[in-house]
């Protein structure tokens, strides 16, 4: 079977002349059409935007607008100066297989293919910034799996560990009192199983640290309540929570960020802040989710703070920026040494989808 030879597709020979802002969109947008090609580009400011793109992209410019008149090659002239004496010169020296796009019709083409090249450049800038949104959640998991582990191995070792040496120490003292028929077995046996349930206690503690179950079952509200109360027993600072609005419409990537929000920015204030109390309030409106975490302790400053790499990251600061970021939010930081410290978090109110 013989194969059909396929005639080459012939391409319109444009002609361009104005380099200015109409010119440029015109030329950025037919480079790359395959039925278009590019003869040549004129405009008397050698310095025009549309020169410069032209030489950039290996296509003949001149200064002399005439020159592109007088060629045998063009199909199409694209006049997008608005100048009269353009407008007479094309009427005198065309050619009659030589088309015109001028005046009106021209400015209108350009406008349209202007807002095409602004449309694929917000495409591309909305791109980077998501390609940058997952680079950074990328990194915030990675960073995240290792500070959790981190922290949960000291919990581990300096709470429940302790209390189970503690209580092994306990056990033996009591074995010793019963060979010895002491009448402080019963006592010891009670100190024993305090301790016993101390250490249950920190074993729940490290493996709702671990993953925040009840935020499934209970939900956010109720799971921070209960944060609270642990909280103010470990760490002996008074809290107090305020609520506005209903959670039910956040999803659950949502109630585990806001979460670990609450516990980073909790985690910093008996850290560092040497606080007596913390006001935390969370708002939930139509469109966005507002929290705050303020404590009464020895403050900082966060200006200085801010422009130290170093000390942002280890105050806590980064983690939280960077939590509030994959949210679409962000977290503030205002503090002045001896007047506690404020962290303000603007969220998004992004609907569950059913997706997360």
Not at 200 to 211: C, H, T, Y
Not at 238 to 257: A, M, N
């Amino acid at each position: 079977m013989r194969k059909t030879k396929i005639p080459p597709v012939e391409r319109t020979q444009v002609a361009i002349i104005g380099a200015g802002r109409g010119g440029t969109s015109i030329i950025e947008i037919f480079y790359n059409d395959p039925l278009v090609k590019i003869v040549g580009v004129a405009d008397t400011n050698p310095n025009a935007p549309g020169i410069r793109v032209a030489k950039r992209l290996g296509i003949p410019v001149t200064l002399d607008y005439r020159r592109l008149l007088r060629s045998k090659k063009v199909d199409l002239i694209i006049d997008v100066t608005g100048s009269r004496d353009v407008d007479e010169d094309l009427a005198r020296a065309l050619r009659p297989s030589t088309a015109v796009i001028a005046g009106p019709s021209a400015k209108v083409m350009w406008q349209l293919i202007e807002g095409q090249v602004r449309s694929k450049e917000e495409i591309e800038r909305h791109l980077r910034e998501y390609q940058s949104l997952y680079r950074l959640y990328v990194k915030e998991v990675q960073v995240a799996i290792t500070e959790e582990r981190t922290r949960i191995a000291c919990d581990i070792h300096d709470g429940l560990v302790q209390t189970l040496v503690g209580l092994n120490y306990k056990l033996d003292f009591l074995v010793e009192l019963m060979r010895q028929g002491s009448s402080s077995t019963l006592a010891t046996l009670e100190e024993t199983k305090g301790l016993l349930k101390t250490a249950i206690d920190e074993a729940r503690e490290v493996v709702f640290n671990l993953r925040p179950i009840y935020l499934d079952k209970q939900g956010l509200i109720p799971t921070l309540r209960n944060y609270l109360k642990s909280y103010e027993k470990q760490y002996q600072i008074r809290t107090h929570f305020s609520v506005l609005g209903s959670e039910d419409r956040l999803s659950s990537r949502t109630k585990i960020f806001l979460f670990r929000l609450f516990q980073e920015a909790l985690a910093n204030v008996y850290r560092h802040a040497r606080a007596g109390k913390v006001e935390i309030s969370l708002s939930m409106g139509k469109n966005q989710i507002n929290a705050a975490i303020i404590d009464d302790g020895i403050g900082f400053d966060s200006k200085r703070i801010q422009d130290q790499p170093e000390k942002f990251a280890s105050f806590g600061l980064q983690g939280m920026s960077e939590r509030a970021k994959l949210l679409g939010g962000t977290a503030r930081v205002e503090s002045r040494v001896g007047q506690g410290t404020r962290v303000m978090l603007e969220i998004p109110f992004l609907e569950d989808k059913g997706i997360d």
